[in-house]
Structures are given as C-alpha cells and as structure tokens.
C-alpha cells in the first residue's frame, strides 16, 4: 500500500464506506464529520445493483439488506393511481437481489460500525481548519472540540458533499453547486399497503416518488420545476404546499394528502448539480461523490457513485506504485460512470417535466433498463 495515513473529511456515505475500506486494507485513517454524532440528514435511500455490489466489497452487504427492503422491479403508476407499468431493474450476478431501499440513518449506522470495526478513527463535530502541502504529505490542523491533534497524511480525501470546503480549497469557488430550476419536497410516512416497491407517477410537470423502507417506513418525494428558490419555508408551509401537489393526483396517491401533517418533518430544497470540467484532484488532496459530481436524484444513484469513488479509491491504491499513478486511474476509471449519471439524470428529469433539450431526448433514446443495465457492469 503507498499510503499509510488517510484523513477522511465528511462522515456521510462515501466518507464512511472510503474509511471502511481504506482501514481494511492496513491504513490509519481519521474521519472528521462536521454534524454531531447520531444526526443525519434526509429520510431514505434506494441503493441499485452497483451500490450493494460496493456493500459487498466492505463487507456490509448483508447488513444493509436486513436493515431495508428488496426489489427486483420499479413500478410506474397512471396519475389515478392504478398501474402502468412495471420496470424491471438489472439483476448483478453475485448478488440475492437488484436493489435494496433503507432508511438513511440505518445505513449510516451500518457503515459507522463498519468503518469503526475496521479501525477507522471517527470525529465528530469536527473539520480541518488549515491545510499545508508538500510533495510527500499534507499538514492537517483542525477544528471542533472533540477534533484530532494536528498531524500530517499521505492523502486528504473529500467526501464533504455538496457544498464541499475541500472543493473550495482545491479551485476557489468556480465550482459552486448550480440549480436546476427544479425542486424536491420529501416526507417520511408509515408505509402505504401499495408501495411494495419503488413507485413513481407523473402527472403535468409533477413526479412522484414513493419508496418502502425497512421498518414498515416510507418515503413520498414530490419533484417540480421551479422559477425560484423558496427561503425560509416553515415544515406546516412545506406540509401544506405538498398537500396541494398530490392533489393533483387521483386514488391512494391523493388521498396520502391526509397524512402530511404540519408536524410531519417534510423537507424542501432545489436540486442542485456540481460538474468539475478538470481532475476531481491536485496533488494529494480529492474531492469525491457529492463534492465531486452532485446529480439529481433521478436515477437514485448519487450516493452510489460516492460509494463507487471510495471502492475503487482503495483498489487503486492497492494497486499504483505511486500516488499520481493511483489518483489518475482512479479519476479515469470514474469519470465516464459518474458522468453518465449526472448526464442521464438531468435529461430525464427534463424529460419527464416536459423540458427536453434534443441532446436529452438523444440520451434518452437508450431507455432507463439499459443505463441501469449499464451501471450493473462492472466499475
Ligand atoms: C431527494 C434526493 C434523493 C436521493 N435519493 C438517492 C437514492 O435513492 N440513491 C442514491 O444513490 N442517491 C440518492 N441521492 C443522492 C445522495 O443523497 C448523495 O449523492 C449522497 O448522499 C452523497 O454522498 P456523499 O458522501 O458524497 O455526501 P453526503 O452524504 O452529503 O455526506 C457529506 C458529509 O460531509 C459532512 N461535511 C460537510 N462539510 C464538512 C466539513 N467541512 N467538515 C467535515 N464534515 C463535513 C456532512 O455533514 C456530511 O455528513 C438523493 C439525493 C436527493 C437530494
């Protein structure tokens, strides 16, 4: 291995399963997480066939699907409620089945045990203050009560989303996230009877998200294009704007209005994107997943590539002789996956709300199966 000590910033799912896998292979590594500890942000995840394959390598794969649910199919449902069509997602050869959804803070769970198990050191309500490079290391100080001791790595990795201040620090602010013009409402909920898979319907310029959970969970996510940002909404405005949208739709859809309460913590924001036209590196510090290439959600694949970034990081280091040797196969092994995502994703999130750019609707013309398919390949 040409690295001995690794810091880690950002304790989120890429940060983790990076840690998980670098403490694996022998490395000392340091996690530093800004957010206190058992606090995490969002509701639920769907993790595809490429993301489980990547719990595999950890280790965590069983872990993961007796935290959440299993599916080897999307359902697509008319804006009355009844069925349209079933989407069959890719099945990957070693693996029980073709996606598993979770709760987000299970998953967490599970990968703090895991990156712990392996020897990771985690810090929470912590970050790096100062950052020092030379050729052969980075001098790290840092802040937060409970933060390491200043101390040098071999190699600084970014995991800390999508306002990343590792990303800042490599190349200022020319790669501020930028919005989409569209926005997500989200709410956690007992799981309604027919949401036995992911289930999504459209109805005008609105799509709706319905996900199971482990734990007899759900989540609804409701996507629309927006002329602007709101700020300031309070969770009863949130609630009461998502009550007006799914009474755009008929049947059992419509009816989940009664259930989003004012005290429900329903969540909003824009969807925002970061592309990186240059090497998500410079010398010994990274950026990866969020930090890197944040896509919309519509693929259900953001996290997945953060976890892709942070398996094959660790293969590649195993493997390269040198550091730039390592970090160049591995942002070429990862640009073309995480590109198409971020490409795919934004051009049927178009697509669907009848925005459409010709080069969307020639991306799309290999259907969603086939770029799910795609990504089921090997990374
Ligand atoms: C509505 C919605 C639905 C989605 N659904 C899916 C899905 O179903 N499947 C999927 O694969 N992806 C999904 N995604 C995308 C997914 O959430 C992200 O791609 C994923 O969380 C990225 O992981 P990450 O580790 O790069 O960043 P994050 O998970 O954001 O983790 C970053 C961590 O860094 C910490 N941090 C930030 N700054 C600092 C700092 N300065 N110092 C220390 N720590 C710091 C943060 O507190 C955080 O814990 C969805 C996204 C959205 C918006």
Not at 94 to 97: A, V
Not at 159 to 164: K, N
């Given at each position: 291995m040409i690295v001995s000590r690794v810091l880690v910033q950002g304790g989120g799912i890429g940060g983790l399963v990076a840690a998980t896998a670098l403490a694996r292979r022998g490395v000392e590594v340091d996690v530093v997480e800004r957010r206190p500890a058992d606090s995490v942000l969002g509701v639920g995840l769907i993790q595809p066939g490429n993301a489980l394959r990547a719990m595999k390598e950890i280790g965590v794969l069983d872990a993961v699907l007796l935290a959440g649910r299993q599916a080897d199919e999307l359902r697509m449902i008319n804006p009355d409620g009844t069925v349209l069509a079933g989407v069959p997602l890719p099945s990957v050869p070693?693996?029980?089945?073709s996606s598993n959804m979770l709760q987000r803070r299970e998953l967490c769970r599970v990968l703090l045990d895991a990156a712990t198990a392996a020897g990771a050191r985690l810090y929470h309500a912590s970050s790096s203050a100062t950052l020092r490079e030379d050729d052969d290391g980075v001098d790290v100080t840092f802040t937060g009560e409970a933060a390491p001791a200043a101390g040098r790595y071999d190699l600084v990795l970014g995991?800390?989303?999508?306002?990343?201040t590792l990303r800042r620090h490599l190349f200022?602010?020319?790669y501020a996230p930028h919005l989409t013009g569209f926005s997500v409402w989200r709410v956690g909920m007992p799981c309604p009877p027919e949401v036995d898979r992911t289930v999504y319907g459209i109805v005008g310029d609105l799509k709706a998200t319905l996900v199971p959970l482990g734990g007899g969970e759900s989540y609804l996510a409701l996507i629309a294009p927006e002329e602007s940002v709101q700020h300031g909404l309070t969770a009863p405005e949130i609630a009461a704007q998502m009550r007006a949208m799914l009474g755009?739709?008929?049947g059992w859809v419509g009816e989940l209005a009664e259930r989003v309460?004012?005290?429900?913590s329903a969540a909003y924001g824009p969807i925002e994107q970061v592309s990186l036209?240059?090497?998500?590196?410079r010398g010994r510090i990274l950026v990866a997943g969020d930090a890197a290439h944040a896509t919309s959600p519509h693929m259900a694949q953001g996290a997945a590539m953060a976890v892709e970034d942070a398996v094959v990081l660790a293969q590649e280091l195993e493997r390269a002789t040198s550091v730039p040797e390592a970090l160049d196969t591995w942002w070429n092994r990862r640009i073309p996956r995480a590109s198409l995502v971020q490409r795919y994703s934004a051009a049927l999130m178009r697509k669907e709300q009848g925005q459409a750019a010709p080069e969307d609707l020639e991306l799309l013309e290999m259907p969603f199966p086939q770029a799910q398919a795609l990504l089921a390949q090997p990374y």
């Open positions: 070693e693996l029980p089945t995991f800390d989303g999508i306002r990343s200022g602010d020319r755009k739709f008929g309460s004012d005290e429900s036209d240059e090497r998500w590196y």
